[in-house]
């Protein structure tokens, strides 16, 4: 079984990508299902065909869906909306309001999780291939497992105790429907379900997510942080796509300044994602739809390797912390022992040895401590970071 999650800043192409990526799955013999949880859904349209709520055969050994929220709460999550329905109406919403408040923000990120673990229990695909939301949208829908772990542990049993004592005082009185231990059970599967989830996620053996970008500035610095933030999940990347890249005969005339443009950040690209594998994929000169279309980018993208293949075992970059502090650890196998040369600007850290430079976007803990010392030991650069007061 492998599980890849295609995502990048919305308009880079990743919808394109997966939909190729399925095609060429399935064309190898493996039984792929590509699924798409974004909310606002275009997978549909690559194909150029229409899908439902639950898995649609669309040719030999390939399977699309786009997740569809209500769809979801009414097939597999009817006791949790039944309680939040009578909640809503006890506030004096109307019946169909409430029932169609009972999807709340982060719901379809729940959703499609849940999804995506019982497709790969249900043992019917080789390949599950997500097209996943714009990178924001997905970072908060890698992070639920986190969150769950959380709240399962802290603040679960304390609510179902409280529940279980206050209940026959509270309910009476206000006439406040209380969830019953139904209720608990169905939030307490769910909440394990997706602690699951992320361990079958954060397995490199199992899972990996794909970064789609385009040679553009604010694209890149997007994708730099999608980067960071997914190790600090514990999620691994094996590719980045470089999208849409402009081909040499379409740098004339009024185009011209573009290969000029795109040479620097293609340069930032490498700078930014290395050792991780980047893979080009040209600008067609018509709009990528169809079957055809996209047969021939997964033609281009991966030639006769196999796409479910792990392009990049471990992890690139990771942040520990010692001592009360933190090191950012950043694979750099070739570079020599000169001198090391650091540049911070804002949350952006440059790092320069000898003939190799390094670009990394740093996260939040990061960025509110101070470069205290970078050592090179063993192919891999040890950077300290210390509470501004202790630097």
């Excluded at 802290?154 to 409280?162: D, M, S, T, W």
């Excluded at 999208?243 to 620097?264: I, L, S, T």
């Excluded at 520990?320 to 570079?335: H, I, M, Q, S, T």
């Excluded at 020599?336 to 990394?360: C, F, M, P, T, W």
């Amino acid at each position: 079984m492998r599980i890849m999650l295609y995502t990048g800043k919305g308009g880079v192409g990743k919808t394109s990508i997966a939909a190729a990526t399925s095609l060429a799955c399935a064309a190898r013999g493996l039984r792929t299902l590509v699924m798409s949880t974004d909310a606002a859904h275009s997978l549909a349209d690559s194909f150029d065909t229409r899908l439902s709520p639950e898995p649609q055969l669309l040719r030999s050994n390939l399977w699309a869906q786009e997740i569809d929220v209500y769809h979801q709460i009414d097939k597999y999550y009817g006791t949790i909306q039944d309680y939040l329905s009578r909640v809503l109406a006890w506030r004096g919403l109307d019946d169909v309001v409430a029932s169609e408040m009972t999807a709340f923000p982060g719901m379809e990120e729940l959703a499609s999780l849940l999804q995506v673990e019982q497709h790969h229990d249900s043992g019917k695909y080789d390949v599950i291939i997500i097209d996943a939301a714009p990178t924001g949208e997905t970072l908060k829908f890698l992070s639920f497992p986190d969150v769950a772990s959380w709240w399962l542990e802290k603040i679960f049993p304390v609510q179902r105790k409280a529940a279980q004592i206050l209940g026959p005082v509270v309910q009476p009185i206000l006439s406040l429907p209380l969830p019953t231990e139904e209720v608990f059970d169905a939030i307490k599967e769910g909440l394990l379900r997706l602690q699951r989830l992320h361990a079958l996620l954060a397995d490199p053996k199992t899972s990996s997510i794909r970064l789609v970008v385009n040679p553009e500035k604010m694209v890149i610095k997007e994708a730099q942080r999608t980067y960071t933030y997914l190790g600090l999940y514990g999620y691994v990347t094996d590719l980045v796509i470089c999208n849409r890249v402009w081909p040499a005969a379409a740098q004339e005339g009024y185009f011209a300044g573009w290969g000029d443009v795109q040479e620097k950040y293609l340069t930032l690209i490498e700078e930014s994602f290395a050792p991780l594998p980047i893979r080009r994929v040209p600008l067609f000169n018509q709009e990528v739809v169809g079957v055809q279309m996209l047969e021939n980018l997964a033609a281009i993208l991966f030639g006769d390797d196999n796409p479910a293949a792990v392009f990049y075992s471990g992890r690139s970059q990771t942040i520990e912390k010692v001592d009360g502090d933190y090191v950012l650890n950043v694979p750099l196998p070739l570079a020599s022992k000169d001198a090391i040369d650091l540049k911070r600007l804002g949350d952006e850290l440059i790092v320069r040895i000898g003939n190799q430079r390094r670009n990394l976007i740093l996260p939040r803990v990061l960025v509110e401590r101070d470069v205290a010392e970078a050592r090179l030991a063993d192919g891999r650069l040890r950077i300290l970071f210390k509470n501004q007061a202790e630097s």
